[in-house]
């Protein structure tokens, strides 16, 4: 069971309080769902929390597999918990620690591909044109600046 704060994601008051503005134009019941200029509606609270429960089972369960164990043990284990790299590993967790180039490494290996031959890989401009925020570029990418105003003088 994932246990969320539902409140976390209204972020309402801080952007009053930075100045951000935004206009929010939506047609149907649950067009702002994934809105963070407030809080959820109790309808929506409902189904964020069922489909985050489907999510997390879906994950837990193919992680599990992945892992040549039981769901039941998975469970124990995981428990919807974030773990340190270290951590992950000493439960289990994890193949290998290590970043992108180690991973890189290690699917060239079991997919049979020398190391040395050059793989094609995505850029970031090809994931800026799928989520603008990504990577601070958009219309969020004064954040920092704005975030400043924050800051105790």
Same mark, same amino acid.
């Given at each position: 069971?994932?246990?969320?704060?539902?409140?976390?994601?209204?972020?309402?008051?801080?952007?009053?309080?930075?100045?951000?503005?935004?206009?929010? @134009?939506?047609?149907?019941?649950?067009?702002?769902?994934?809105?963070?200029?407030?809080?959820?509606?109790?309808?929506?609270?409902?189904?964020?929390?069922?489909? /985050?429960?489907?999510?997390?089972?879906?994950?837990?369960?193919?992680?599990?597999?992945?892992?040549?164990?039981?769901?039941?043990?998975?469970?124990? @284990?995981?428990?919807?918990?974030?773990? /340190?790299?270290?951590?992950?590993?000493?439960?289990?967790?994890?193949?290998?620690?290590?970043?992108?180039?180690?991973?890189?490494? @290690?699917?060239?290996?079991?997919?049979?591909?020398?190391?040395?031959?050059? @793989?094609?890989?995505?850029?970031?401009?090809?994931?800026?044109?799928?989520?603008?925020?990504?990577?601070?570029?958009?219309?969020?990418?004064?954040?920092?600046?704005?975030?400043?105003?924050?800051?105790?003088?």
């Amino acid at each position: 069971m994932v246990t969320i704060h539902i409140g976390m994601f209204d972020m309402g008051k801080l952007y009053e309080k930075i100045g951000y503005n935004e206009e929010i @134009i939506s047609k149907g019941q649950f067009s702002e769902l994934n809105s963070s200029h407030r809080s959820f509606r109790p309808e929506e609270k409902k189904i964020f929390v069922e489909s /985050t429960q489907v999510m997390y089972k879906e994950f837990r369960d193919k992680a599990a597999s992945s892992r040549s164990m039981s769901v039941d043990k998975m469970e124990e @284990i995981a428990q919807g918990r974030v773990w /340190t790299g270290n951590d992950a590993a000493s439960r289990g967790l994890v193949d290998a620690l290590g970043g992108f180039s180690r991973a890189v490494a @290690i699917a060239k290996h079991k997919a049979k591909i020398p190391q040395n031959k050059k @793989i094609l890989q995505g850029r970031r401009d090809d994931v800026n044109r799928e989520n603008p925020h990504v990577y601070d570029r958009g219309p969020h990418s004064q954040t920092p600046s704005t975030l400043s105003r924050l800051a105790p003088s």
